[in-house]
């Protein structure tokens, strides 16, 4: 049986003939989530994300090491604020390393490595204000990374995409909370 019938209209043609989806599924069951329509290459996908999870890495080092070593009158709202995007950053790289492993890939959190992988830079300061501006920086990259990612994905693995376009609606968002910091203490004028 390969039809389905809609609710009031004509049968429609199912897309696949689920017996012979059945039988592929059973022979090709050591290929894990990766189907024969699997549109994207999966050893290209697994080193870009290798990539995202060492920029989310090193993103939650900097902000980590920012909210500890920020000081002063004003800093402890940024502290604050530092220390929320680290947790996020962190929900991030588990969220990419999940889907190295769902593509049969093995996450690579090597440290000795990591910077030369990141897409963002892992720079401190002593100043609260140039930690605000390397964040807007770092954030910016990712948005910029990221969206090119988001075209590139495409239709051929829309769940790396929604995964990625999620990504980048909370870099954005991190990008205007570092502004709206930058503002507010006198890295930029408003």
Same mark, same amino acid.
């Given at each position: 049986? #390969?039809?389905?019938?809609?609710?009031?209209?004509? +049968?429609?043609?199912?897309?696949?003939?689920?017996?012979?989806?059945?039988?592929? +599924?059973?022979?090709?069951?050591?290929?894990?989530?990766?189907?024969?329509?699997?549109?994207?290459?999966?050893?290209?996908?697994?080193?870009?994300?290798?990539?995202?999870?060492?920029?989310?890495?090193?993103?939650?080092?900097?902000?980590?090491?920012? +909210?500890?070593?920020?000081?002063?009158?004003?800093?402890?709202?940024?502290?604050?604020?530092?220390?929320?995007? +680290?947790?996020?950053?962190?929900?991030?790289?588990?969220?990419?390393?999940?889907?190295? #492993?769902?593509?049969?890939?093995?996450?690579?959190? #090597?440290?000795?490595?990591?910077?030369?992988?990141?897409?963002?830079?892992?720079?401190?300061?002593?100043?609260?204000?140039?930690?605000?501006?390397? #964040?807007?920086?770092?954030?910016?990259?990712?948005?910029?990374?990221?969206?090119?990612?988001?075209?590139?994905?495409?239709?051929?693995?829309?769940?790396?995409?929604?995964?990625?376009?999620?990504?980048?609606?909370?870099?954005?968002?991190?990008?205007?909370?570092?502004?709206?910091?930058?503002?507010?203490?006198?890295?930029?004028?408003?």
């Amino acid at each position: 049986m #390969n039809d389905i019938t809609a609710h009031s209209g004509p +049968a429609k043609p199912f897309l696949s003939d689920v017996r012979a989806l059945r039988d592929k +599924a059973r022979r090709q069951i050591e290929q894990g989530a990766v189907t024969e329509s699997y549109g994207a290459d999966v050893d290209a996908t697994i080193e870009i994300l290798q990539s995202i999870l060492a920029t989310e890495i090193v993103c939650v080092l900097r902000y980590t090491q920012h +909210a500890i070593v920020a000081t002063g009158l004003a800093s402890e709202g940024v502290k604050a604020e530092f220390t929320a995007h +680290a947790t996020e950053e962190q929900g991030h790289a588990m969220q990419v390393a999940e889907r190295i #492993n769902q593509l049969g890939g093995v996450p690579d959190f #090597n440290p000795d490595t990591l910077t030369a992988r990141a897409a963002a830079e892992y720079k401190t300061s002593a100043d609260l204000v140039a930690m605000i501006r390397e #964040n807007l920086v770092a954030e910016r990259i990712a948005v910029e990374h990221y969206r090119e990612l988001v075209r590139y994905f495409g239709d051929g693995d829309p769940v790396t995409r929604v995964m990625i376009e999620k990504i980048l609606a909370a870099e954005e968002e991190h990008a205007s909370d570092m502004l709206d910091l930058l503002q507010t203490h006198g890295g930029t004028e408003r």
